[in-house]
């Protein structure tokens, strides 16, 4: 290490102050240092504390998956979840086959499938048992929805 060092030094040669002027600025560097060293000593005490803190604190939490709140053009619809059981007619069935809109008027506009989301699904979507659906639409035509996904 010491013979890495001297070589950086004499390449560096060209570039470094005289000697003297190089020994002045090391006394007054460490004259800083050692005058300044208390007020060091908290700024770096106040950083390890911080560094501390901000390392052991927990995570934020996460927010709860309540649907927002809708525009005011949607002033009268609804969310309703509804979880298809295996004996539901809906259980294996396409979205498109089930005719929901038309039967009911409530639309799907996502389903829950092993803790992912798909959101706006297609019409070719396949709906399994375990699905949770997200429905939209107002009162009388979740209640319909309800329904019908509750028949066998």
Excluded: C, H
Aim: proline share 7%; charged share 20%; no cysteine.
């Amino acid at each position: 290490m010491a013979a890495l060092g001297l070589f950086a030094l004499v390449l560096s040669s060209a570039l470094l102050p005289t000697f003297k002027v190089l020994l002045v600025l090391l006394v007054v560097v460490g004259l800083l240092t050692w005058l300044l060293r208390r007020s060091l000593i908290k700024v770096y005490s106040k950083a390890q504390v911080a560094l501390r803190e901000t390392l052991t604190r927990p995570p934020p939490p996460r927010p709860d998956p309540v649907p927002a709140a809708l525009p005011s053009l949607l002033r009268e619809a609804d969310l309703e979840t509804v979880t298809i059981a295996a004996d539901s007619r809906a259980s294996g069935r396409f979205i498109r086959e089930l005719d929901l809109r038309t039967q009911t008027g409530a639309s799907i506009v996502a389903i829950e499938r092993n803790g992912k989301s798909l959101i706006n699904p297609g019409p070719d979507e396949e709906l399994l048992a375990g699905d949770q659906l997200l429905l939209l639409g107002n009162r009388a035509q979740l209640d319909a929805a309800r329904k019908y996904f509750l028949e066998s």
